[in-house]
């Protein structure tokens, strides 16, 4: 696998509306582009888009706000190298919320050092599901 992970660009935009849509995320991507705050991250895999991960940054804090991966790509390793990455930014810690029946993201989140941190309790409007609040310290 010859993954390359980058910033991503205009250019990328439309890759990754269909990759937010596939994974059921709402991402404004050329308002998130233009935010000095946000960390867009675009993950490729012999030049197709196939992951991105969408973070925000407070001084020494980040919050992963979205991550997503396109059905061909999954269980290949990709969300983890998006998170990774992240995790080299200069920071002190990074917060994530994620669904509580989402086993798999949270067993990711655990194997890269993540930990329990809070419960949001009717966290997703949509379906009233409580959220895990997880953190991972960087420093």
Do not use: K
Request: charge should be negative; hydrophobic fraction near 45%.
């Amino acid at each position: 696998m010859s993954l390359e992970i980058s910033g991503a660009t205009s250019e990328d935009m439309p890759q990754l509306v269909a990759i937010a849509a596939e994974c059921a995320l709402e991402v404004d991507f050329v308002a998130e582009l233009s935010r000095s705050y946000a960390r867009l991250l675009v993950a490729r895999e012999a030049g197709t888009r196939c992951g991105f991960l969408l973070a925000w940054r407070a001084a020494d804090e980040l919050h992963l706000t979205d991550l997503g991966v396109t059905a061909p790509y999954r269980r290949r390793g990709i969300a983890r190298a998006l998170v990774t990455e992240l995790c080299r930014e200069d920071a002190r810690v990074v917060f994530l919320e994620v669904r509580e029946s989402n086993i798999a993201a949270r067993a990711l989140y655990g194997a890269l050092g993540f930990t329990e941190l809070d419960r949001r309790a009717r966290y997703y409007s949509d379906t009233g599901e409580d959220a895990v609040v997880m953190q991972r310290l960087l420093r």
